[in-house]
């Protein structure tokens, strides 16, 4: 009888080289959702509304508020990303800085992603999820500078910062607002964003990318263009 050529399918827990996990990936074309952690295969499970798409949704919309008013910046959905021979994540969101204005991203000849942004985020269900263990050390270990992860379950948000070579957690300030400090104006209010209150979160937005360290950031975007 023939042999077939079809590549074995991906499991969890699987350890693979990250030539073979994209080529598996790419034969599965079903597949949503795969990452290549550590060179261990992780696959989601269903995504519930709740825990994760209505988040999802309300973050990428804050993101993609900020990305309009700051040209040239790099934002992405669900991408895969490679980091290095071992990890291959997809994270929920990205935002990074063009490769001219010194960012650490770039795009691959076959349309991959690869190196680090300067912020990822993730939606988490809570703090036992390996967004906030293997996959954290991951995006320190490459150079990711901020990374934000929205534990659902525990109706809390976590905002990391790379600060000599290990991730310490950004406070809110005095009105409960976390600022980036990679990106100038990109303000999250936490109490509105876990209520979901987008007009709450896009007109944050709206008063960072007013301010004078914003507008100065955008023009060096524009220089870099």
């Not at 990305?67 to 994540?89: K, M, V, W, Y």
């Not at 150079?143 to 976590?158: F, K, P, S």
């Not at 991730?167 to 209010?189: E, H």
Request: charged fraction near 20%; glycine fraction near 10%.
């Amino acid at each position: 009888m023939p042999t077939s050529h079809r590549p074995p399918i991906l499991h969890p827990g699987d350890n693979l080289s990250q030539a073979e996990f994209e080529r598996r990936y790419a034969a599965m074309p079903h597949l949503k959702k795969a990452e290549l952690i550590e060179g261990v295969v992780f696959m989601a499970s269903p995504v519930r509304h709740l825990q994760h798409g209505a988040p999802h949704g309300v973050l990428a919309g804050w993101l993609a508020r900020y990305r309009a008013h700051t040209p040239g910046l790099q934002f992405g959905i669900d991408a895969s990303l490679r980091l290095d021979l071992d990890n291959e994540p997809q994270p929920d969101l990205l935002l990074a800085l063009p490769k001219q204005a010194g960012g650490g991203l770039r795009l691959a000849a076959d349309g991959f992603l690869v190196g680090a942004p300067e912020l990822v985020v993730e939606i988490a269900a809570s703090s036992s999820s390996y967004d906030l263990h293997q996959k954290l050390h991951v995006y320190r270990r490459n150079g990711v500078r901020e990374y934000l992860v929205w534990r659902t379950e525990d109706a809390a948000l976590d905002w990391f910062v790379l600060v000599h070579g290990g991730y310490v957690a950004l406070r809110p300030d005095a009105a409960g607002w976390l600022r980036s400090g990679q990106f100038p104006g990109l303000w999250l209010p936490v109490a509105a964003a876990l209520q979901q209150d987008l007009a709450a979160l896009h007109g944050a937005v709206d008063l960072g990318c007013a301010t004078a360290e914003h507008r100065a950031f955008a023009v060096g975007l524009a220089v870099h263009g």
